[in-house]
Every structure is written in C-alpha cells, then in structure tokens.
C-alpha cells in the first residue's frame, strides 16, 4: 500500500484564552489514502472545523504527529507553512463567502487563485469552471450568483493550484438538499478525473454517502466509520469502530446505554470475536 496522503496519530489541540483552555481535540486518529473521499462528521463543537485548520495549515497541533503529502505540520517554518497553504492544499472555508472576494468576476476570483495568477494562458481556471458548470457565468460577480453557483465558485477556486489535498468544511450547510446532492456529485466526478484527494465536513447524514469513507468525531476523536462499498446505485454500508494503536476503542454510545454499562466490563476471548459483557456477567455458567 502507499503511504497515506494524510497521516494523523495522537493529534491534540488545544485553544489557550487568557484564562480558559479548550481542547478542542484529543488524540484523534485519521488516515487518508491518495485519491479517497472522505468525509467528517459529528455534532456542532466535535471538533471538525479545528482538525480542517490544522490540515490546511493554518493552525499548528498542540501535540501528536500530522503529516500531509510528507510535510510535518507540526514542525515547519513560517516559509514553508506558506508554500503549503499555496501548493499542497486547497481549503473551502466553513463561510463560504470568506474564499471569494466579491469586486471581481467568477473568473478573475479562479485565475487569481492559480499559483501564476491571471496572466496564466494555460486555461486550467476556465476548464474547471467549465467541468463545474460555472460556463456560462464566469463573467459574473459572485453577489449574482445563486446559492449553489457561489460553492461551485469557491471549489474551483480551492483547485485552482491543483492541489494535492482538497478540504472542504460544510461545503453544502447553506444549500438545499437538491442543490446540495448536484454539487457534491459533480465534485465528486471532478476530484476523480483530476485524482485529487479530498476531506469534507457535513453535518448532514445525506449527504455522508458522497464520500466511500464517512469518519464520526465525537469529542475531539475519531469514533466510528462508515465504509460504503459496491457501486453508486447500490451502496452497502459497513459499520466500523476505531481502535487506535493502544488498542483502545470507544463503544457507541447506544450500545452503553442499552446494557447500563459502567466504568468496567468483562472481555471474553472467542474464537474469532471479542465479547464485551456487563461485570456481572460471570464465566459461572459457561459450557
Ligand atoms: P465543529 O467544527 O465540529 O463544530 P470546532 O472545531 O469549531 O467544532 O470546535 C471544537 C471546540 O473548540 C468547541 O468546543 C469550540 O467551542 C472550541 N473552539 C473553537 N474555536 C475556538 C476558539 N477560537 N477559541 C476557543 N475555543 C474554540
Ligand atoms: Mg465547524
């Protein structure tokens, strides 16, 4: 296998007012192979848009190891920071207006974000405004733009540099569901003609299904994950637990409950299975 595009192990981070510490996250785990979909999940204040503004560089880890297209984040020079913000990652922020500036045109705002800027004659910025189909309307300002045009506008702008990685925070949390579905689905089509990595953060169960990978945040770290396999129309999905190298998981928090599980629990080694039983449960009447 390669080496994953985005390799995260422990990652801490902690926001530090004058007297108050959040953290934000606590050693999560994420692994992204080159040329997957992945989408986050989880409630509001989970941690989502923190993890995004450490992979896109604008954000330093407190602690833990985040490593993206072989850049260390966690120990880079201001000037290296810069270089890959400008050439390794492409970030939609969770505000969409933020990533266009509204004084120039649809065009001018793709061209501008291409690394050699609006004199470039290469027509990348035409051509993924054509595959997004912003054709027709690339002379138009963003404030004349619909809802959907706007994100289909700052998404072209995020691949604008060609960018290894694409990160997305609620790409769609404005849109209705329709609209919403048609411009995952296009970028979706996109990323895999330019084979273009990408992670995008949705609060919407929906939506999830776009990305083969759907990753729950709870609290910091990552929880579960869901992998869709079979083809588009028909989709299975497969419900996994993370373990982290210590071996540690975390119980859905469902299953707790309906068993009134409580700070212990008893294991039982099976052949090919690990059970996890209530404490009282004893071995006593085990064949
Ligand atoms: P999500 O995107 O999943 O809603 P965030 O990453 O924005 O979550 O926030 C994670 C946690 O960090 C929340 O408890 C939030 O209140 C806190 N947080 C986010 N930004 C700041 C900040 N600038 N200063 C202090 N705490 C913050
Ligand atoms: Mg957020």
């Known amino acids: 296998m390669s080496d994953p595009l985005v390799d995260c192990e422990g990652l801490v981070y902690i926001y530090k007012a004058r007297t108050l510490e959040v953290v934000a996250l606590q050693g999560l785990d994420l692994h992204v192979e080159p040329g997957e979909m992945v989408a986050i999940a989880g409630r509001s204040g989970s941690g989502k848009t923190?993890?995004?503004n450490i992979l896109a560089g604008v954000d330093v880890p407190t602690a833990g190891r985040a490593v993206v297209a072989g850049h260390?984040?966690?120990r880079m020079s201001e000037r290296e920071r810069d270089l890959y913000r400008h050439?390794?990652?492409g970030y939609l922020l969770q505000r969409?207006?933020?990533?266009?500036?509204?004084?120039?045109s649809a065009l001018e705002n793709v061209e501008l974000a291409t690394l050699t800027g609006p004199g470039a004659r290469d027509g990348r910025a035409a051509k993924l405004m054509d595959r997004l189909g912003?054709?027709?309307?690339m002379h138009v300002r963003p404030a004349g733009l619909t809802g959907g045009d706007k994100i289909r506008l700052a998404l072209a702008v995020a691949l604008a540099n060609g960018p290894r990685l694409l990160l997305a925070d609620e790409p769609t949390a404005e849109l209705d569901t329709a609209t919403a579905h048609s411009v995952l689905g296009d970028l979706a089509e996109l990323l895999e003609e330019?084979?273009?990595t990408a992670i995008f953060v949705t609060h919407d169960p929906e939506l999830e299904r776009f990305a083969r990978r759907v990753i729950q945040i709870r609290d910091g770290k990552t929880s579960t994950e869901t992998r869709w396999t079979g083809s588009r129309e028909a989709l299975v999905a497969d419900e996994l637990v993370i373990m982290d190298r210590a071996g540690r998981i975390q119980l859905p928090k469902a299953y707790?409950?309906?068993l009134g599980l409580k700070e212990r629990v008893r294991l039982r080694i099976e052949n090919d299975h690990i059970a996890i039983l209530p404490p009282e449960s004893g071995d006593t009447d085990h064949a």
Do not use: F, I, Y
């Open 96 to 104: 969409s207006q933020a990533n266009l500036l509204p004084e120039l």
């Open 72 to 74: 260390d984040l966690t």
């Open 134 to 137: 912003l054709g027709p309307r």
């Open 256 to 258: 707790v409950e309906k």
């Open 87 to 89: 050439q390794t990652v």
């Open 50 to 52: 923190t993890l995004m």
């Open 194 to 196: 330019l084979d273009t």
